[in-house]
């Protein structure tokens, strides 16, 4: 079953998300980035190249040549995947086809819709039997 894990309380998502992709790198484990709205995805892109100076993470998007060789790939869509292992999800629904992804992660803003939208998710999550793990980014600086 899918282990579903939330990072909550950012003060900046798409920078919190960068620092757990970076993390997640550092480990060598690959991550499926979900995130279908232009913008988020555009931002994330953006951030991953310019996060620090002294480190790069190797990303594309989906539609890539290189998305089958690459550890972090953002995707605007999960028809095709180049893994399987994990799912980071930077949209504001429950990513269609989670269950097939052997971790899912979640991360949430402090803005009210955001964290809105993350406790629907939360219940849906709970309601089909994951567990669902919390950790709070607020209590730490990103």
């Not at 690959?30 to 990303?59: C, N």
Request: hydrophobic fraction near 40%.
């Amino acid at each position: 079953m899918t282990q579903v894990f939330f990072y909550h309380g950012a003060a900046d998502k798409l920078a919190a998300a960068c620092a757990l992709l970076g993390g997640a790198y550092a480990k060598n484990k690959p991550v499926l980035v979900f995130a279908p709205d232009k913008e988020v995805a555009g931002g994330i892109d953006r951030l991953l190249w310019t996060q620090s100076a002294l480190s790069f993470v190797p990303h594309c998007k989906s539609d890539s040549p290189l998305a089958s060789e690459t550890p972090i790939v953002i995707a605007d869509t999960l028809e095709t995947l180049p893994q399987d292992e994990r799912l980071m999800n930077l949209s504001q629904v429950v990513p269609p086809g989670f269950s097939r992804f052997h971790s899912l992660i979640e991360v949430v803003g402090r803005e009210e819709a955001d964290r809105d939208s993350a406790r629907e998710r939360v219940k849906f999550y709970k309601d089909r039997g994951y567990e669902v793990r919390y950790f709070d980014l607020g209590q730490r600086p990103e």
